[in-house]
Structure formats: structure tokens, C-alpha cells
């Protein structure tokens, strides 16, 4: 059952799924994004999601992430009519109008400004953003960021912040592999956060 009362918070989850680790030289393949709203809780495949395949007129990146992202080139190759794809050009525009349509209002220079959340948002995908047509001007993330790892640390134990797999053993979920797709791996996210809406970390302290 979804908790009745949750503070006045909107978010968005986004993640990349990409052909390496390299901003500059590498490419986005995925975005995904799902807003958030913690007042107003809704079963997770309800919330409101934007996808997206991006189509480059040549691919570079590793082999390890070309494979793991495989049903995406796939995908990407395939000639008939795909509503989900789009350019790189058209991908902040697109997103932008999906934010706007959600109510997310634009600043003084009409940019749209949302809180982001995600695993390894600020340092990863967070730098294949910046290299966007429109990134700053059309669509802009806060500069503090969610992400889940920091509320699955173990201060007492861990060396470094959690994965993704053992955040999600943390929470018990009932898989703890991480889909390496782009809307699942968005909805991950704020099924990690959602437990931490009405008592919020600082509460616990003294």
C-alpha cells in the first residue's frame, strides 16, 4: 500500500544507457526519464516516462559496452517507423516538451530547471548531458542530485558507496541484477528512494 503522506517533492529519475565512459569522444544510445511525485504516489508503471533510442550516423565506443547494449543497436538498426527515436539534436527538445506536458515550469531564460536523481548521475551522466545541443538553455539539472547510494551506506562496513546490485540487496528486492536498461534502471531508482519519504535520513539523527 502506497504511503498516504509524503513531503512536497518533485523529481526526475533519468538514466543513460551509452557506447563507453567517454563523454567526449562516446555516445548516448538511451535516455530514459520518470517524474517523480512524492506527494502523489502512484504504482511504479503508472508514472509518467519518457524514452528515447538515439541514432548517430556511426557508432564509436568499447567493446564491453557495445555488447552489453546490444537490443539497442539492434533496435537502432531496424528501418521501420520507431516512435521512441530520435537524433541527438532532437533529444533535449523532446525531453523538454515531455517535462513541460508533466508541469515543470521554465526559468527567466526559459529553461527548464528539475531535480535529478539517478545512480552515478553527477559523475557520469551528468558529463554526456553537457555534450547535448540545448543542455543549459532548453533543459538543466539542480546542482545537488539524489542519488540512492548514499541512503544504502554502510558506515560501519563499506569502503566505498554501494552498487546498484548491493543497494538493491539492501532493499530486498527480489532481483538484485541490474537491467542496463534505461527505463528499468530509472524505476530502480525510485523504488531505492521511495522508503526514505516520510522519515527522512536526518530524522534518525540527534
Not at 145 to 156: C, E, G, K, Q
Request: neutral net charge.
Amino acid at each position: 500500500m502506497l504511503a498516504s503522506f509524503c513531503p512536497p517533492m518533485r523529481y526526475v529519475s533519468l538514466d543513460l544507457e551509452t557506447s563507453g565512459s567517454n563523454p567526449q569522444r562516446h555516445q548516448i544510445l538511451e535516455l530514459a526519464a520518470v517524474v517523480e511525485d512524492t506527494r502523489r504516489l502512484r504504482p511504479l508503471e503508472e508514472l509518467p516516462a519518457f524514452r528515447r533510442v538515439v541514432r548517430h550516423p556511426e557508432y564509436v565506443g568499447t567493446a564491453g559496452a557495445l555488447a552489453l547494449n546490444a537490443r539497442l543497436i539492434q533496435e537502432l538498426a531496424r528501418k521501420e517507423p520507431n516512435p521512441e527515436l530520435c537524433t541527438p539534436a532532437e533529444l533535449l527538445p523532446q525531453l523538454r516538451e515531455f517535462l513541460l506536458a508533466q508541469g515543470f515550469k521554465t526559468d527567466k531564460q526559459d529553461c527548464v530547471t528539475v531535480t535529478m536523481a539517478g545512480k552515478n548521475i553527477a559523475v557520469f551522466d551528468l558529463g554526456f548531458l553537457r555534450e547535448l545541443p540545448g543542455w543549459g538553455t532548453l533543459v538543466r539539472a539542480e546542482p545537488a542530485m539524489l542519488d540512492p547510494a548514499a541512503f544504502y551506506l554502510n558506515w560501519h562496513k563499506d569502503t566505498r558507496l554501494p552498487t546498484m546490485t548491493i543497494c538493491k540487496a539492501r532493499a530486498n528486492f527480489e532481483s538484485q541484477e541490474v537491467a542496463h536498461e534505461a527505463l528499468a534502471d530509472a524505476l530502480d531508482v525510485v523504488q531505492l528512494l521511495r522508503p526514505f519519504y516520510q522519515l527522512p535520513v536526518y530524522k534518525l539523527t540527534q
